[in-house]
């Protein structure tokens, strides 16, 4: 993957349901997230562009509601690619998800700073001052192994009318857990836009 890779969430949009395309450093799509409105058990459906002809994965839950649910990644083929499991309590005050591999833990997404979140839910819903506070207050989050080592950076930019990210590189990492971080972050992503 060539970094910076850049995540856009529609916010305006006339279809059903959440739409995220990521694409690399030099424009070229990664990958475009499709989320279905009005399910019971959240499952994503990932393709190769906007285009939506070519499958790439799917993501779904095992639970229809929980502070601990994973979402499992299978692809096309049905092989399964691992999971994001959001932490249960932990992911209260601030974002705390562990991304699985072979049922390990392979990394954790952490908000770098809570306080920065807390503080755009906070302001978000009053007029002009939550504009302001959606554009100016930009939380960002960690990708880190289980040994401390921070592999990637997950930074929203200023946006006002629709939702954009930037993932940065920071270490070491494999091409498979590059993948699995990717559909990771774009998982997370719906799930903390829900969360205000």
């Given at each position: 993957?060539?970094?910076?890779?850049?995540?856009?969430?529609?916010?305006?949009?006339?279809?059903?349901?959440?739409?995220?395309?990521?694409?690399?450093?030099?424009?070229?799509?990664?990958?475009y997230?499709?989320?279905?409105?009005?399910?019971?058990?959240?499952?994503?459906?990932?393709?190769?562009?906007?285009?939506?002809?070519?499958?790439?994965?799917?993501?779904?839950?095992?639970?229809?509601?929980?502070?601990?649910?994973?979402?499992?990644?299978?692809?096309?083929?049905?092989?399964?690619?691992?999971?994001?499991?959001?932490?249960?309590?932990?992911?209260?005050?601030?974002?705390?998800?562990?991304?699985?591999?072979?049922?390990?833990?392979?990394?954790?997404?952490?908000?770098?700073?809570?306080?920065?979140?807390?503080?755009?839910?906070?302001?978000?819903?009053?007029?002009?001052?939550?504009?302001?506070?959606?554009?100016?207050?930009?939380?960002?989050?960690?990708?880190?192994r289980?040994?401390?080592?921070?592999?990637?950076?997950?930074?929203?930019?200023?946006a006002?009318?629709?939702?954009?990210f930037?993932?940065?590189?920071?270490?070491?990492?494999?091409?498979?857990?590059?993948?699995?971080?990717?559909?990771?972050?774009?998982?997370?992503?719906?799930?903390?836009?829900?969360?205000?």
């Amino acid at each position: 993957m060539r970094y910076p890779v850049r995540l856009q969430f529609k916010l305006l949009t006339f279809k059903l349901g959440q739409r995220i395309s990521a694409t690399d450093a030099s424009g070229q799509p990664l990958m475009y997230v499709k989320q279905k409105m009005f399910k019971l058990k959240e499952k994503v459906e990932v393709y190769a562009d906007e285009s939506q002809t070519r499958l790439l994965f799917h993501i779904q839950a095992d639970r229809v509601i929980d502070f601990s649910a994973n979402y499992s990644f299978t692809d096309a083929d049905g092989e399964s690619w691992g999971a994001v499991r959001r932490s249960g309590m932990r992911s209260l005050w601030s974002a705390h998800y562990e991304i699985l591999r072979d049922n390990q833990v392979a990394m954790v997404i952490r908000e770098e700073s809570p306080f920065k979140k807390f503080l755009e839910s906070l302001l978000g819903g009053i007029p002009i001052l939550g504009l302001i506070a959606v554009y100016l207050l930009n939380p960002t989050y960690l990708i880190v192994r289980p040994d401390g080592e921070h592999v990637l950076k997950l930074s929203k930019l200023p946006a006002i009318f629709e939702g954009k990210f930037e993932l940065e590189k920071l270490g070491v990492i494999s091409e498979d857990d590059e993948l699995r971080a990717l559909l990771a972050v774009m998982m997370v992503g719906l799930l903390e836009r829900k969360r205000g």
